[in-house]
């Protein structure tokens, strides 16, 4: 998806709020809202009807999970509406379910750290727009730390190559990443596929989502 994109964006913060804002309009996009609280970001999306929302998970009033569950209830009412929440941390509680809304698509996940890679960030949030799951890496580690034991099973290399599937990476781009060739990173992907009692697929968009339904289970 390569046109200009209509977002909200739900930030308490104003210094976040308006660098975020700003850095979308600059590539192009078009700001509709950018509000504070998670009322506001309801009310926002009821009347802009935006092709993307971007949150963050601590707003007003009780700064601990309220952006994230108004995502979540912003998908239960729209399933197809793209939400991408941004956090300081992962909120084990509720990230799987906003991964499992929708049917896991068009949902994503980053940590706030990775703002900072501007490009990458912009690309996150088209490739959720355009119907795509994109996780942070540590959102994965995390969520599959639940679960030592499948965990336990997997070399450091195969955790690496997790992490990038998790973020929507073609095998291609795995490669480019880790420095390997795309024969290596297959084998690596079939290799942690076994492993973790999932089929391969060469479809990139239903790989990510087998591998949220095992991080879900």
């Known amino acids: 998806m390569s046109e200009s994109l209509r977002v909200v964006i739900a930030e308490d913060g104003v210094i976040v ?3 975020v804002s700003g850095m979308l309009r600059r590539f192009g996009h078009d700001v509709v809202a950018a509000v504070g609280d998670a009322d506001a ?4 999306v009821r009347e802009h009807r935006p092709d993307v929302v971007v949150t963050d998970v601590r707003m007003p009033p009780g700064f601990s999970d309220e952006g994230l569950q108004a995502a979540i209830a912003l998908r239960a009412a729209d399933p197809e509406l793209p939400v991408l929440v941004l956090s300081q941390y992962v909120e084990q509680t509720y990230a799987a379910e906003l991964l499992d809304s929708g049917g896991g698509t068009g949902v994503g996940y980053l940590l706030k750290e990775r ?3 501007v490009t990458d960030f912009v690309d996150a949030l088209v490739a959720v727009a355009g119907g795509r799951t994109v ?3 540590e959102v994965v580690r995390q969520l599959l730390s639940r679960r030592r034991d499948p965990l336990h099973r997997l070399t450091v290399r195969e955790r690496e190559v997790l992490g990038l599937m998790a973020e ?8 480019g990443e880790l420095m390997v060739s795309e024969a290596a990173v297959a084998k690596h992907i079939n290799g942690l596929l076994t492993k973790l009692d999932l089929p391969p697929d060469a479809d990139d968009h239903r790989r990510v989502r087998a591998v949220l339904a095992y991080l879900r289970g």
């Open 17 to 19: 709020r308006e660098g």
């Open 115 to 117: 703002i900072g890679d």
């Open 135 to 137: 996780v942070d890496p």
């Open 41 to 44: 970001l309801r009310a926002a």
């Open 168 to 175: 929507g990476r073609s095998n291609a781009a795995i490669a």
